[in-house]
């Protein structure tokens, strides 16, 4: 909640404006970038990832599915860098919109493809409750 409804608020605005946008959530649970096996994906986590510099926390190696995710990752952000408004149609990723499954899911299970779905699930906690509601 802390930096998802920021993140709404914030694709709301730039659809608002027509501004062409993506929104990701990165799932990604390497031990060798996790200090503690449980903790998961936590904010920044997917850095040394896409930097390719997993290898550079601990002393256990990447795994090879973490590489491919590295990989993946890293050509995603260089084809958008190249090309903001069409870069990412290689990959397959949908422009965001509140209407459609298109909030992009990365390493979910430490999967290399991206996965898509409504972001109406991780939006929820982010409506006020009105007065009644109370």
């Known amino acids: 909640m802390i930096y998802n409804c920021p993140l709404r608020e914030s694709a709301r605005i730039r659809l608002s404006q027509h501004v062409p946008t993506w929104r990701y959530l990165y799932h990604g649970n390497f031990s060798n970038v996790s200090p503690i096996a449980w903790l998961g994906a936590y904010h920044g986590s997917e850095i040394p990832i896409v930097f390719g510099t997993y290898d550079k926390f ?12 590295s990989e993946y990752m890293q050509g995603a952000w260089v084809a958008f860098a190249k090309d903001p408004f069409m870069g990412l149609r290689q990959y397959g990723w949908p422009q965001f919109s509140f209407d459609e499954p298109t909030l992009i899911h990365l390493a979910l299970n430490n999967t290399v493809e991206a996965i898509f779905t409504s972001a ?13 509601e109370l």
């Open 120 to 132: 109406s699930p991780w939006d929820t906690s982010c409506e006020a409750p009105t007065r009644s």
């Open 58 to 69: 601990r002393a256990i190696p990447p795994s090879a599915r973490e590489v491919e995710v």
